[in-house]
């Protein structure tokens, strides 16, 4: 199954500390830029194709989830997913009744101009809330033609698969089809089925020729359902690494894992590709028995030249292999100290460092290329001129990793952090001070053992909601409570810090708490010379200050609330906190 639940429960869904194909990719071509990307979470100016390729998939994955009439009827007229998403501004186009595959994508042709101008439009409205742009680039970069173009160029790949499985007469699995439906434990989504709903309604009966319908039906991949909203996500048993595809083919005895790119493919090298698809498989290969169904072909679908980039595959001898070399590459990224900032000098991040590239060095990082050898650099901060006020702490000496004891009576029990990730909690109480702790990576914490008289050392200091709180990660342990430890009384601990420095990155995001609640957030990256810390404002407190910041603008934040968000710090406006604009870049 493409989708399986996290171990350890709520906390699993975190992504940073966990290996994905991604950060993979960015580890193997220049661990400093991994760092900056993934651990630091700066973010660059934002191209129209980047708001563009997630609405692209989006698109393509809700006309691929269409099914005709089975019955002769004429199908109808508007794409589902423009329903779905309750855009009433769209025609209705003619359509005729079909008897083929080629009437398929006939039908569903028709459907893509008005799919296409929804994708524009939802384009236009996220570049409007952007941030931060890149200079240079506009929505006129983008046109519906290019659009209608990219949507059809997947439909036209998928009508192919069709078409294989209608000459192969069905594949393997036709009669499970008839019988009861999809027969996979997570189904392929489609518009006439519920979400993770199964159904035999329009296929033959047994022993029956295959018949065009079935074969589209059959031959429909899996894809991220659009009306599930929690992360449709491969998760490795053990915890540590974790995977999102973009479609798998399973109508054959093995299946095939898809991953749909934006651009154009031909004639260019994809070690990058390669390297992350080739990752989906080892995790396919990791949570499934031998008699489960395997994978034995790997592809890339390039919309802008529909280009079908075959991917050599690793064969099930390199498994283990692939999983000890990926585990070191996991290990190693532990290895990284939060709050080191030595990598940053300008002689080159030293040997026997974990970020160590032989390519370069100081402010600036690899640059992305498809090309292996092409290694151009980019800055990614400016150089630093800057005085730290008075009253503000630099940033490389934000308070971390101290060793507290006390006692725990109550249960640990879930609960939602500023994400809408269930997060487990418990409270530890020394006298009649009371603080709580959270584990903010999975399997950190055994609830038989954590309880009664105990000593924690290297955790996290903050503040949450308002009270005091301790972060555990990875590198936080359980000790005897008697233990000689440099101890700390929980009424001292740090839970707010004053910062200062340079705008140098901006962003937004927003998601579905675990009760549906909805939750945004806009965040900036302050650069003081001595590091860089992430200031977070959620909801009702991005104040009009911060929404105005531009990058280059310098100012204080003062008395922000210190959090940690998976072994990396990061600084939460809430209503004390004020912002006080040193320098104005606008």
């Known amino acids: 199954m493409p989708v399986n639940n996290p171990p350890f429960g709520g906390a699993g869904r ?6 994905s194909g991604s950060s993979l990719v960015n580890w193997q071509r220049c661990p400093r830029s991994w760092m900056v990307k993934r651990r630091i979470g700066l973010r660059g100016a934002v191209r129209p194709s980047m708001i563009l390729g997630i609405l692209l998939e989006d698109a393509v994955v809700g006309l691929l989830m269409e099914s005709p009439p089975y019955d002769g009827s004429l199908p109808h007229g508007v794409a589902s997913f423009l329903k779905y998403q309750e855009n009433q501004n769209y025609d ?12 398929i994508q006939k039908w569903l042709s028709s459907l893509i101009p008005a799919l296409a101008e929804n994708v524009y439009s939802n384009f236009l409205i996220e570049w409007e809330k952007t941030p931060w742009k890149m200079k240079g680039k506009s929505a006129e970069d983008i046109e519906i033609e290019t659009i209608q173009k990219q949507i059809g160029a997947a439909l036209e790949m998928q009508i192919s698969e069709a078409s294989k499985c209608l000459e192969s007469g069905g594949g393997p699995h036709l009669e499970k089809f008839r019988k009861n439906g999809d027969p996979f434990e997570t189904v392929a989504p489609r518009w006439e089925s519920a979400p993770r709903q199964k ?28 009306r599930i909203s929690s992360a449709q996500r491969i998760h490795h048993p053990e915890g540590w690494a974790s995977g999102e595809m973009d479609l798998v083919h399973r109508w054959r005895e093995n299946a095939t894992i898809v991953d749909i790119k934006s651009g154009i493919g031909r004639g260019k090298p994809q070690p990058n590709l390669e390297a992350q698809v080739n990752f989906y498989h080892w995790l396919w ?9 395997q994978v034995d072909s790997l592809a890339g679908w390039f919309l802008l030249d529909s280009h079908i980039h075959e991917i050599p595959i690793l064969s099930e001898s390199e498994m283990d292999s692939e999983k000890l070399r990926l585990m070191a590459i996991r290990d190693e990224m532990e290895t990284v100290q939060e ?5 940053l000098s300008n002689n080159g991040t030293p040997e026997g460092h974990p970020l160590h590239c032989p390519h370069c060095k100081g402010l600036e990082i690899c640059g992305y290329s498809t ?31 101290l060793s507290v004891r006390g006692s725990i009576d109550n249960i640990w029990h879930d609960m939602e952090n500023s994400y809408g990730e269930l997060v487990r909690v418990a409270t530890l109480k020394a006298g009649n001070t009371r603080i709580t702790i959270e584990e903010t990576e999975e399997g950190v914490v055994n609830p038989e053992n954590w309880t009664g008289e105990i000593g924690i050392i290297n955790a996290n200091p903050g503040i949450f909601r308002g009270t005091p709180h301790l972060f555990l990660d990875s ?37 579905m708490s675990n009760n549906g609640r909805p939750w945004t957030i806009r965040s900036i990256h302050l650069w003081d010379g001595t590091g860089v810390i992430e200031i977070a404002a959620f909801g009702s407190n991005r104040s009009r200050t911060f929404e105005s910041l531009n990058i280059g603008d310098k100012l204080i934040v003062h008395h922000g609330e210190l959090g940690w968000r998976e072994g990396t710090p990061q600084i939460q406006i809430n209503k004390q906190t004020s912002l006080e604009l040193i320098e104005n870049n606008s």
Do not use: C
């Open 339 to 343: 709050q080191d900032w030595s990598w």
């Open 14 to 19: 975190r992504k940073r500390n966990r290996l």
């Open 285 to 293: 290969n990791q949570t499934r028995s031998p008699d489960e169904q």
């Open 371 to 401: 090309d292996p050898k092409n290694r151009a650099t980019r800055q990614f901060l400016p150089p630093m001129e800057f005085e730290i006020p008075e009253n503000v702490i630099s940033i490389n000496n934000l308070p971390s990793r």
């Open 475 to 511: 590198r936080t342990k359980l000790v005897n409570y008697h233990d000689n430890e440099n101890w700390t009384r929980l009424g001292l601990i740090p839970t707010r810090a004053s910062v200062s420095g340079q705008v140098v990155s901006m962003g937004k995001n927003q998601g």
């Open 92 to 103: 209705e186009v003619e359509t005729e009744k079909i008897d083929s595959l080629e009437g």
């Open 199 to 226: 159904s035999s309604v329009g296929f033959l009966e047994h022993g029956e020729e295959i018949s065009w319908w079935e074969a589209w039906e059959i031959s429909r991949p899996w894809m991220k359902d659009p």
